[in-house]
């Protein structure tokens, strides 16, 4: 906000003109709170005023904030097992399919997942022909009822644990059906996005406690997350519209959409986070960037006055408003923030009123 304080002597114009009784023939005249300025006076031409109105305005606010990426969007490449890398399918930079190969490795473990599974393939095969089989006998009258239920048990058994290791398989994206034992791993990615990290080595043993060798991510929305101060979280509310300006790029406003607001207040900034998701198509927005949030509220009925009309007194703000024909009353106002040169009005002013624009430190000095 513009502060004018009114330190020493007036203007060198108004320290040669007299403070006189009402009546007299002065430049000027007080009565209480209100100056009276002959029409002739040389101060009229000094004097500028304009009507108050109130308009349709919306509020902003500016928080810093980073990008990142959507963690379902997001995805770590990694061996579920130990082994070595024999083929790599990426290259850095590369869009890939849901499910499309990523790298091959060569892994005794995973060979032993395989034997497990055509092991216990066969041995719910074998349970389930004898159950038939036990069936088949208790139903001619030949069979024993203790047999089937042995049977039974055997087979639901045996179904249990080939059902396990279809399961253990399909956790890694491997087909069962189409699976040949002895052949490699197939490593496959579970989105679809770009390859930002390519660390895949031919020839390089994993262990299996191995970080991750690939990233894939989809970045053509990102997250943008703001920091909201505690004071101004009310203003906010999801599906609100947000401007974003990146660091790296100056200039080049982005549009977002509030998709969440934190619940968690961090108690030693005393905000909250703000994710915004922006489209990012032409990948202007990278993860890491440092990035400028400016919300803006719902629009609202509010009065803007120059910040020149403001006059600025110990701890309040005044301004002169026009009282009929030669007279300018002063009041004071309550504000609530600015915008760029001019200053938004909490109370003290209505509609219609004439403010004083420019000259009003000369009707200062001569209270």
């Not at 909201?228 to 203003?235: A, N, Q, T």
């Not at 609100?240 to 607001?261: C, K, N, Q, S, T």
């Not at 005393?270 to 509220?297: D, H, W």
């Amino acid at each position: 906000m513009k502060r004018i304080f009114v330190i020493g002597l007036a203007w060198l114009a108004i320290s040669c003109q007299s403070k006189t009784e009402p009546g007299s023939s002065a430049n000027y005249t007080i009565k209480g709170d209100t100056i009276y300025i002959p029409q002739k006076s040389n101060l009229k031409e000094k004097i500028k005023t304009t009507l108050v109105s109130a308009a349709p305005y919306r509020n902003k606010r500016s928080a810093s904030g980073i990008v990142k990426a959507i963690p379902n969007n997001y995805a770590q490449i990694a061996s579920p097992f130990a082994g070595r890398i024999i083929k790599s399918f990426i290259k850095l930079g590369q869009r890939v399919a849901v499910n499309a190969p990523i790298f091959e490795i060569s892994s005794p473990s995973f060979f032993e997942a395989g034997k497990a599974y055509y092991q216990s393939k066969q041995e719910m095969q074998l349970a389930e022909k004898n159950l038939r089989r036990q069936q088949d006998l208790l139903k001619n009258g030949v069979g024993v009822q203790k047999d089937l239920e042995e049977a039974e048990v055997t087979y639901e058994v045996s179904k249990r644990d080939y059902e396990n290791s279809i399961a253990s398989l399909n956790v890694y994206h491997v087909n069962p059906a189409n699976m040949v034992l002895g052949e490699p791993l197939v490593v496959r990615t579970p989105i679809a996005g770009e390859v930002i990290t390519d660390n895949i080595v031919i020839g390089q043993y994993l262990r299996d406690d191995a970080g991750p060798v690939a990233l894939v991510a989809e970045l053509s929305k990102v997250w943008v997350v703001g920091q909201l101060k505690e004071k101004d979280i009310s203003s906010i509310h999801e599906s609100d519209e947000v401007e974003i300006e990146a660091a790296g790029m100056p200039g080049l406003i982005i549009r977002g959409v509030v998709y969440h607001i934190s619940e968690m207040l961090d108690e030693t900034t005393r905000s909250v986070e703000v994710f915004i998701e922006c489209a990012n198509s032409g990948r202007n927005l990278k993860p890491g960037m440092y990035a400028t949030v400016q919300f803006t509220e719902k629009a609202d009925s509010s009065i803007l006055i120059p910040a020149s009309a403001v006059l600025q007194m110990e701890e309040s703000s005044y301004v002169f408003v026009r009282v009929g024909t030669n007279g300018y009353l002063k009041r004071k106002i309550q504000t609530s923030g600015t915008d760029n040169d001019r200053i938004i009005l909490k109370s003290g002013l209505r509609a219609a009123d004439e403010l004083v624009t420019e000259g009003a430190i000369y009707l200062l000095e001569a209270k």
